[in-house]
């Protein structure tokens, strides 16, 4: 549960820090001057319309994109001047994941974990995590031989084999059966519960919203607010059982910028 205590202790480094971010595409602007601070030990809905900007935050924060102006520094480290050990803080699960054809699917999990050193105890949470996603009895195929909601399970995996402080998922439950999603979130708990912060950038709504300790809204570039759902809820000027899509249309209606200094981190 959210740890709403002002008392409580925080953490003197935030494990994503985004400062003045700005990226055009053909003299667009998609993300504007944007900040965003987050802490350790947290799981983060990250919401918002088609065009928000939230996949171009994701990929810039990935280091897959440059940004035109910003800074990311990811648990403490800046993604430009520090980028090994930036990348090496960071796991990203794509919403279309590629994979080398000629690797089957236990040899893409021990490709990422003896790049990130991770290789102690391969075999043993290798077989794990896949039989947890239904994957074991496929560990011998190549990936174009999978289904689309199995490749999705497959990238999950890879997300979660080697080890990480921020992880970033776009659309990670889009394709997954109900059973996959109970797996997912479950993995994704014991995530935070770890001291990791995981970043999901989802249109599901009602899902985000029992799962999730932060939320983040954005719109155009920008974010309209972000913080705890009861925070939320005082910005909005919302009663205390209005949900989170009710909050985010009402602050789009009448931006609000809550601070994030004043979101106390989560506690597992």
């Not at 053909?26 to 965003?36: F, H, K, P, T």
């Not at 799962?211 to 607010?225: E, K, N, R, S, T």
Request: aromatic share 6%.
């Amino acid at each position: 549960m959210p740890n709403n205590d002002p008392a409580a202790p925080r953490a003197l480094v935030p494990a994503l820090d985004v400062t003045g971010l700005t990226k055009e595409y053909g003299g667009r602007r998609v993300l504007d001057s944007l900040d965003l601070t987050l802490p350790p030990q947290a799981l983060v809905g990250l919401l918002g319309p088609n065009g928000a900007g939230k996949t171009t935050l994701i990929k810039l924060v990935s280091g897959l994109i440059s940004p035109e102006r910003g800074r990311i520094r990811i648990a403490g480290h800046d993604l430009q001047a520090q980028e090994a050990q930036a990348r090496g803080a960071l796991a990203y699960v794509p919403d279309v994941p590629h994979f080398y054809t000629e690797l089957t699917v236990l040899e893409h999990l021990e490709l990422l974990a003896r790049a990130h050193n991770a290789l102690d105890g391969f075999p043993a949470r290798a077989e794990k995590l896949l039989r947890r996603f239904g994957l074991w009895d496929a560990r011998d195929a190549p990936p174009f031989t999978l289904s689309r909601g199995m490749t999705q399970k497959l990238a999950l995996c890879c997300g979660f084999i080697r080890p990480s402080q921020v992880l970033l998922m776009d659309e990670p439950g889009g394709t997954l059966d109900i059973r996959s999603v109970d797996t997912l979130y479950a993995l994704l708990t014991e995530y935070r519960q770890g001291g990791g912060l995981a970043v999901l950038s989802s249109h599901q709504w009602e899902a985000l919203q029992s799962l999730c300790d932060i939320f983040v809204l954005m719109d155009a570039g920008q974010i309209l607010a972000a913080g705890h759902l009861p925070f939320l809820r005082d910005a909005a000027e919302l009663p205390a059982d209005a949900g989170l899509r009710e909050v985010y249309l009402a602050l789009l209606e009448e931006p609000s910028l809550p601070d994030l200094a004043g979101v106390a981190e989560p506690q597992a």
